[in-house]
């Protein structure tokens, strides 16, 4: 299987000059073997590549389009906001309608800062705790993604709690020192933690819903169990709500679950597919930032004028056209008919899926963490990601991905792409 004429031109040439030829390596296609398509456009679900082929899309720009592609609420707001000044360095009146959006939506943000990516929000969410707390340990799960900075970037082999080891080269092992990886819901290896070390952790981080090591769940009160623990011990609990923040609710899985974390991250769908990222918490802890604290953290374009412009756009949007009812009800339809087709073929799955994320697991093995995630048939799923793209159906390129609708997908949609995956199926 392989890529058209243009793209793999195009592919080509970019390797000479980009590492890998992407800027992002999941990008590569390197988990299913073969080169990536290159984009020309995209509008609504479909996307549309340099040679001219179209695809129904389930990634959504790995989230942040949760309106679908090129919705003219945000392309007509950036026309119009960029004709004033595309970045200032001075603050513009974008950043204070953003942090009333998000302070009035989040119950939990009293405070918010804004910064250009995932990555920053979570990497400047654990300096703040560390410096609030005046405490080094940072506590967070295998197979829960935060982004790149140095101290997150640890992921450490699973089942015993174990110092973390870096995930990357260049990550300085004194750095991951103080990064305990603990397996995800695992109550035991929490409390044992806390028992042991709990005056030394300054945040315990976790992705609200784990959703980038396949998609998993949290069992039964242990989200509960999270918080009433680091309440305890004086850490504070920060909700990595980069992926699932305003694209599960408007209070994100805090809301759902109703957890109150101390700090939280955000990006993706606030930014309305411009470069945006975002922190927030408590006011106490938030004012231990510069310039008010000593925390230092800034940014040449946080709080960028047309980024701030086009998330709010998607923002007002999603809640004007009830938007999460409505991901509710195309999420639902797509994996009751999902299960009924994966049943009717007889091949093992696992779904799970809350509104509009959903993840496909080829095994019969109950996905609780991310060792049942690795453990899924990978030369099946390649086989079934070809099959899918050669008719025009872009799933991840990868079975360790999380799978986004939006609102531009309709029921024809979902059941044209059932019906793909049925031929699919069919021909493995
Ligand atoms: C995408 C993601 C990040 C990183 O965000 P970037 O904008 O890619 O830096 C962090 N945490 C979670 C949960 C994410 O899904």
Redesign the pocket.
Known sequence: MSSGALSQKLFATAREMIPGGVN?PVRAFRNVGGEPFFVRRAKGSRIEDVDGKTYIDYIGS??PNILGHAPTVVTNTIHEVAKDGVSFGIPNPFEVEMARTVTDWVPSVEKVRMC???????MSAIRLARGFTGRDLIVKFDG?????SDSLLVAAGSGALTHGEPDSAGVPADFARNTVVLPYNSPEALEALFAEKGECIAAVIV??Y???AGFVLPQAGYLDLLSSLTKKHGSLLIF?????GFRLGKAGVQGLENITPDLS?F??VIGGGL?V?AFGGRAEVMDQLAPDGPVYQAGTLSGNPLAMAAGLAQLKELDKASGYPRLEQLGAHFENGLRTLLSEKGVPHRINRVGSMFCLFFTDREIVNVEDVMKQDLEFFRKFFWGCLDKGIYLAPSPYETGFLSLAHTEADLDDTLGVFDEVLGSI
């Open positions: 992002s790995w989230g250009n990516s995932g990555t920053e929000a979570t829960c993604y935060h982004g790149h992705e609200s784990p959703a980038n990595d709500e980069v992926m699932t991250c990006g993706k470069p990222g």
